[in-house]
T-cell receptor, first 116, second 114 residues
Framework: GNSVTQMEGPVTLSEEAFLTINCTYT??????LFWYVQYPGEGLQLLLK?????DKGSNKGFEATYRKETTSFHLEKGSVQVSDSAVYFC???????????????FGQGTILTVHP | DTEVTQTPKHLVMGMTNKKSLKCEQH?????MYWYKQKAKKPPELMFV???????INESVPSRFSPECPNSSLLNLHLHALQPEDSALYLC?????????????FGPGTRLTVL
C-alpha cells in the first residue's frame, strides 16, 4: 500500500533560519505529492503540490521538488518567520482512477516552532 | 467562492444526544470527504462521497451517519457518541475533473463528547 514518512519533530528554529522537513514516500504508479499546513485552531491549507517527477512546487517562500529516483518530496524555506509556526503534513494521492477517489495518504506531521 | 465552510465551529454533546455537523462548498466539486483528526495527528479518512453517492466508508461505527443531500452539502449525523470520539472533524472537497487535484479543507468542527 501507499505510505508517507516525515522526519520526526518537533522542529524548533530561530527566525530567519533555514528550514528542511524531510518527506519520503512509497506508492505504486505515479502519485501526486502535497504539502499541507495546519495553523493552530484551523483546518488544513494546501501549501504546495507537484504532480510529476522533477516538478517543483512553490508558495510563500516554501519549495519542494518531486524526486522519483529517491521517492522524496522535502520541504524547504530559506528564511522562516514566527508566523510559519504550524504543523506541516506531507501527503500523496494516487489519483482518482478506479476506487481511490483521490484518497490522501498523510505523513505523521511535523510541528514547527519558530522563535523571534 | 473558493472555500469550504463548516458549522458549528465548536460542539459539546452528551453521550445520549443527537447532533449534526454541516459542510458546504460552492466550487462545483463532486467529491466530498469527512475526516476525524486527533491533536497533533494526521487526519483519518471516514467517508467519501462522489457525485452524491457514498463511495468509501472506512469501517466507521454506525453512530456516525453521513448524508449528502445535494452536490454542495455534506452532513454528518452523530448519535450515542463516546468520549473517545472527541476530536476535530474536517470536511474536504475536490473536483473530479482530472486525476491529480488537491483536496480543499474546511476549518473543522471541534467536538467534545461528555
Amino acid at each position: 500500500g501507499n505510505s508517507v514518512t516525515q522526519m520526526e519533530g518537533p522542529v524548533t528554529l530561530s527566525e530567519e533560519a533555514f528550514l528542511t522537513i524531510n518527506c519520503t514516500y512509497t506508492a505504486t504508479g505515479y502519485p501526486s505529492l502535497f504539502w499541507y499546513v495546519q495553523y493552530p485552531g484551523e483546518g488544513l491549507q494546501l501549501l504546495l503540490k507537484a504532480t510529476k517527477a522533477d516538478d517543483k512546487g512553490s508558495n510563500k517562500g516554501f519549495e519542494a521538488t518531486y524526486r522519483k529516483e529517491t521517492t522524496s518530496f522535502h520541504l524547504e524555506k530559506g528564511s522562516v518567520q514566527v508566523s510559519d509556526s504550524a504543523v506541516y503534513f506531507c501527503a500523496l494521492s494516487a489519483g482518482a482512477g478506479g476506487t481511490s477517489y483521490g484518497k490522501l495518504t498523510f505523513g505523521q506531521g511535523t510541528i514547527l516552532t519558530v522563535h523571534p | 467562492d473558493t472555500e469550504v465552510t463548516q458549522t458549528p465551529k465548536h460542539l459539546v454533546m452528551g453521550m445520549t444526544n443527537k447532533k449534526s455537523l454541516k459542510c458546504e462548498q460552492h466550487m462545483g466539486h463532486r467529491a466530498m470527504y469527512w475526516y476525524k483528526q486527533k491533536a497533533k495527528k494526521p487526519p483519518e479518512l471516514m467517508f467519501v462521497y462522489s457525485y452524491e453517492k457514498l463511495s468509501i466508508n472506512e469501517s466507521v461505527p454506525s453512530r456516525f451517519s453521513p448524508e449528502c443531500p445535494n452536490s454542495s452539502l455534506l452532513n454528518l449525523h452523530l448519535h450515542a457518541l463516546q468520549p473517545e470520539d472527541s476530536a476535530l472533524y474536517l470536511c474536504a472537497s475536490r473536483t473530479e475533473a482530472g486525476r491529480y487535484n488537491e483536496q480543499f479543507f474546511g476549518p473543522g468542527t471541534r467536538l467534545t463528547v461528555l
